[in-house]
Each structure stands twice: as structure tokens, then as C-alpha cells.
């Protein structure tokens, strides 16, 4: 059972526009969550990240929304850079100190 | 500092062989997580240990095994492999975010399984 979810397997975006990267999750009990990027033949690298008890944080061109009334988080980046094509990973720390990975979105910046 | 170092980096096995992989955490990181990762499930949790101890547990067969070393080096081994365990294995560290860090993971680049 996919306890977080990332419904948009792909996403084309073209350079200087914003990337916005949607995730979900059921569990109620998660509280901290986190976004992974990773690019090809390399493990995932931390992007940013957010506790419950805010519903925004901000990282120069990265800003991760949460709405925990709606389970729904996402990652916006402005402005996208052909640098920022990837796959990003959306996860989330449960009970027991676990993360729960979303099956990723490979985002594509045109230039 | 170095990161996180998985070994073998490429590997081909036969169904039915066994596999043992390795992890060496970045120094000072006593937790090392397994992931699996496969198109389109994303990555799956394998086990956690801390301190040599196996504190979380994924839902994978008991194929799939692990341990922690005194120095927090980790091994996984998967027994009997099936064409399904073909797939990135990632490890990775970080500081016990049990103790009130909310631990970022550092992945090694993983070791890619081929079982034919």
C-alpha cells in the first residue's frame, strides 16, 4: 500500500518557468517530509524539507507548500533550470523513524 | 567528508544464486537504511539498523536479510534470487533521528542487480 504518492510520473517544464511537483500521502500520523532529487547513475541527494507545523519553507529557488488538511504537499522551483532536470522524490517520516519514498517524478527542463 | 560507499556498484546474477551487497555510512552515522528501487514503485524500504540492531522492517520476503557491523558498515544479502529482485539497491545513512534530529538520508549511488 503506497502510503505516498506521486501521481505525475513525468513533467516538462521550459526554462525560467515554474516547476511545480505534487505529492500526497494518507497517513496522518507522518509528520516531517522531505524532497530527494536524483539524477542518473548517482543516489538521491536532499532537496529540502518541512515539519507539520509549518506549512511553507523556502530554500532559495526551491519552496516546499504543505497542506496537511488536504495530505497534499508540492515543490515548487523558480525559475527552472536545465540543471534542475531530474527525478524528485517526495518522503515522508512515519511512526518508528521510517521514510515512505513516492515513486518519483522525472522533471524535464527545455531550455 | 566521504559519503556513503555501496559495493559492488554492477552486478549479474542467476535466479536461484544469493547476492551480498555493502554499505559503509559516512563517518559518524550510526543508522544505514535499505531501499529498493524499481520504475514506477519508487523506493521501497528494505530494514534500518542502528548500533547493529535491526530497528525497522520493510515488507520484502525473508530472502532479503541484512546486518550492521561495530563500525556501522551494513551488508544486505538476498538468498534465491527470482528475475523480480532485479532492481537499484540504495543505501543509505544518517544521524540517529531518534534522538530528536530529523535526520536527513545521504544515499550511496547504489548497487545495480541484474538476476538472469
Known amino acids: 500500500d503506497q502510503q505516498v504518492k506521486q501521481n505525475s510520473p513525468s513533467l516538462s517544464v521550459q526554462e525560467g518557468r515554474i516547476s511545480i511537483l505534487n505529492c500526497d500521502y494518507t497517513n496522518s500520523m507522518f509528520d516531517y517530509f522531505l524532497w530527494y532529487k536524483k539524477y542518473p547513475a548517482e543516489g538521491p541527494t536532499f532537496l529540502i524539507s518541512i515539519s507539520s507545523i509549518k506549512d511553507k519553507n523556502e530554500d532559495g529557488r526551491f519552496t516546499v507548500f504543505l497542506n496537511k488538511s488536504a495530505k497534499h504537499l508540492s515543490l515548487h522551483i523558480v525559475p527552472s533550470q536545465p540543471g534542475d532536470s531530474a527525478v524528485y522524490f517526495c518522503a515522508a517520516l512515519g511512526t518508528g523513524n521510517q521514510f515512505y519514498f513516492g515513486t518519483g517524478t522525472s522533471l524535464t527542463v527545455i531550455p | 567528508k566521504a559519503g556513503v560507499t555501496q559495493t559492488p556498484r554492477y552486478l549479474i546474477k542467476t535466479r536461484g544464486q544469493q547476492v551480498t551487497l555493502s554499505c559503509s555510512p559516512i563517518?559518524?552515522?550510526?543508522?544505514v537504511s535499505w531501499y529498493q528501487q524499481t520504475p514506477g514503485q519508487g523506493l521501497q524500504f528494505l530494514f534500518e539498523y542502528f548500533s547493529e540492531t535491526q530497528r525497522n522492517k520493510g515488507n520484502f520476503p525473508g530472502r532479503f536479510s541484512g546486518r550492521q557491523f561495530s563500525n556501522s558498515r551494513s551488508e544486505m544479502n538476498v538468498s534465491t534470487l527470482e528475475l523480480g529482485d532485479s532492481a537499484l539497491y540504495l543505501c543509505?545513512?544518517?544521524?540517529?533521528?531518534?534522538?530528536?534530529?530529523?535526520?536527513?538520508?545521504?544515499f550511496g549511488e547504489g548497487s545495480r542487480l541484474t538476476v538472469l
Open positions: 543509505a545513512s544518517s544521524l540517529d533521528y531518534g534522538t530528536g534530529g530529523f535526520g536527513e538520508l545521504f
Open positions: 563517518s559518524g552515522h550510526r543508522s
